[in-house]
């Protein structure tokens, strides 16, 4: 209802705010209170709108600013909050002719509503799972044994030997994901941005090593999961660098499931045999900009 004498504080209850309204006539006698006396909430908010010759006085807060309170019922969000009317001492300090006052006030939010089941197609898990999930994705890259069967337990290699790495994403709390490896670059020291380097994945998600003579290297087809992309690389190490040392930096990312990979999300091998560039999965036309070394730009 809207403020008047005989309903002189009225409440509406927005999606993120609560404006509150309240006629200066706050007990219905017919004397108005001064807007000054008015407060919102324990940290006392001042009004936003209001002026001496008015008599209404409006209140706009945050569900969760002036320290109002939450409780959480089976059924209901309820935000709490109190108007406080604190009479400032007037003419003889020694006596006074108001007294303070508080109006509870409280909007309450259903938790629960009727939707319709073929309205809506849900594709994130509850809020709080979309929340972490927004915030980060728990990407992973590991060298694994011969057999794919578990971690390599060595980081030491042969030349002539092969580096099996398994990239992977968890997307327990997402809608469904397939994982790409956008590029890799190999250097003899932890900064990926140190000299010398060599680029083995690039052009968004093309395995340019296999395009040499002496390697093997591929993506391996097909997936065990949509999250889950492995590739296979011939073991090398820098020319001149006594330390025979070699990092590993891949930046690896998601697209939905049911998006049909194209050129930006791809993972694309050489085939010698052939002399084509071959998509683990997706039409052969994305590969082709693997060929011209230009695939785009993604984020």
């Known amino acids: 209802q809207a403020a008047a004498p005989l309903h002189p504080v009225a409440v509406q209850c927005q999606e993120a705010q609560m404006v509150v309204t309240v006629h200066r006539d706050l007990f219905g006698i017919g004397r108005l209170v001064k807007a000054t006396d008015l407060t919102l909430g324990s940290a006392s908010c001042l009004p936003v709108v209001w002026s001496t010759a008015e008599p209404l006085v409006t209140f706009i807060a945050g569900l969760h600013e002036c320290g109002s309170s939450l409780r959480v019922t089976p059924d209901a969000l309820i935000y709490?909050?109190?108007?406080?009317?604190?009479?400032?001492?007037?003419?003889?300090?020694?006596?006074?002719?108001?007294?303070?006052?508080?109006?509870?006030?409280?909007?309450?939010?259903?938790?629960?509503?009727?939707?319709?089941?073929?309205?809506?197609?849900?594709?994130?898990?509850?809020?709080?799972?979309?929340?972490?999930?927004?915030?980060?994705?728990?990407?992973?890259?590991?060298?694994?044994?011969?057999?794919?069967?578990?971690?390599?337990?060595s980081t030491i290699f042969q030349l002539g030997e092969v580096l099996h790495f398994q990239a992977g994403v968890n997307t327990e709390n997402h809608a469904p994901l397939r994982l790409f490896v956008d590029s890799c670059v190999a250097t003899p020291t932890p900064d990926w941005s140190s000299s010398p380097q060599y680029t083995f994945i690039d052009f968004s998600g093309c395995l340019v090593d296999g395009q040499l003579d002496d390697a093997t290297s591929t993506f391996i087809s097909p997936r065990p999961r949509q999250d889950v992309l492995r590739f296979a690389v011939d073991a090398f190490k820098f020319a001149g660098d006594s330390s025979n040392m070699v990092y590993i930096t891949c930046h690896l990312k998601v697209s939905p499931a049911d998006q049909a990979p194209d050129p930006l999300n791809k993972a694309c091998s050489f085939n010698k045999a052939s002399n084509l560039w071959t998509p683990v999965e997706g039409t052969q036309d994305i590969c082709s900009c693997c060929e011209m070394r230009s695939c785009g730009s993604t984020r």
Not at 97 to 108: D, N, Q, W
Not at 127 to 136: A, C, D, I, K, W
Request: aromatic share 10%; charged share 20%; proline share 12%.
């Open 80 to 153: 709490s909050t109190s108007l406080n009317y604190n009479p400032a001492p007037a003419g003889n300090p020694s006596i006074v002719r108001a007294s303070p006052a508080l109006v509870p006030i409280e909007c309450y939010y259903p938790r629960r509503d009727n939707v319709s089941s073929s309205a809506v197609k849900p594709t994130w898990a509850p809020f709080h799972s979309t929340l972490s999930s927004e915030e980060q994705l728990p990407f992973s890259l590991h060298l694994m044994n011969d057999d794919w069967s578990a971690e390599r337990d």
